[in-house]
């Protein structure tokens, strides 16, 4: 009968320390290593651990409420990928971004209140940039965005979000993919907006100027839908405009800026 009691004694203590074993154990996935393409990221969230592959457990307890990195220097490298381990950041600017094509990786990052990328000196992407990402941002309160971008809608989702800037104002221009046929007679290109704001930007006034800031031969329809150039220059190769509307309202501060280029093909009629 002893023997029999202590047997189950020890089962039960085994049973005990088994399942605080478990409990406490971190999961494979976690324990998984993490390979962060971009040096300069890979140094600003795994410099402390040297020569090894901090694990995505390692990157989800580190303590730190904000960081500002480079990233995407390298074309080769440029890439975001190790920031969606990084659950506890507040805030985040991300300098000289250029080459950087997806940010997707920011979108695990749902603890972000202010998120900013700054693309000093003269390098600007040519493509337009998606803002999908930001969507699971939901504390998100201020975001800075120095690239071209159409559609801003995906802003809309971010319900704490009160200072928004999208552009650069000394960016290079970003080709349409579409060219616009133009005749040799009239010499005016109609054309429908291409940009989507977000109500960030309800109140505030969209105008549209040449390269040279200049607007005479520019009009912007009531609704804003429809864009009208004239006296077009004959033979041009292109037009580029600039697009800007702001809105600082109480409780809002919304900044856009952009330049854009038209391939224009040139008809007789």
């Known amino acids: ?12 203590c085994v049973g005990m320390l088994g399942s605080l074993f478990i409990g406490g154990t971190v999961s494979a996935e976690e324990n998984e290593s993490v390979y962060i393409p971009d040096f300069n990221v890979r140094d600003a969230l795994a410099g402390s651990f040297l020569n ?7 990157l ?11 990233a995407g220097q390298d074309p080769l490298n440029a890439n975001l990928s190790g920031f969606q381990h990084v659950a506890n950041l507040k805030e985040l600017v991300v300098m000289y971004g250029t080459s950087i094509m997806d940010y997707r990786p920011i979108s ?18 040519k493509h337009f940039a998606d803002l999908d990402f930001v969507t699971n941002l939901k504390k998100l309160k201020s975001f800075s965005f120095e690239k071209n971008v159409l559609d801003l809608t995906p802003l809309d989702e971010l319900p704490e979000l009160t200072e928004v800037s999208i552009g650069y104002a000394y960016a290079a221009p970003t080709t349409s993919t579409v ?14 907006n291409p940009v989507t704001f977000s109500s960030h930007f309800d109140g505030g006034e969209l105008i549209v100027t040449d390269r040279d800031r200049y607007t005479e031969n520019i009009e912007v329809s009531q609704d804003e839908k429809v864009i009208k150039v004239s006296e077009i220059p ?11 509307n702001s809105n600082y309202s109480e409780g809002c501060y919304a900044d856009y800026i952009m330049e854009y280029e038209i391939p224009l093909v040139w008809y007789d009629m």
């Open 108 to 125: 695990a990052m749902t603890n972000l209140e202010s998120l900013h990328f700054n693309l000093p000196g003269s390098e600007f992407p």
């Open 60 to 70: 989800a307890d580190l303590e730190m409420d904000s960081l500002y990195t480079i």
């Open 179 to 192: 060219k616009h046929l133009i005749s040799n007679t009239t010499r005016e290109l109609v054309f429908a």
């Open 52 to 58: 090894q592959l901090p694990t995505q457990s390692d």
């Open 234 to 244: 004959a033979g041009s190769e292109s037009i580029v405009l600039m697009f800007k």
């Open 1 to 12: 009968m002893k023997v029999k009691k202590m047997f189950l004694r020890t089962l039960v």
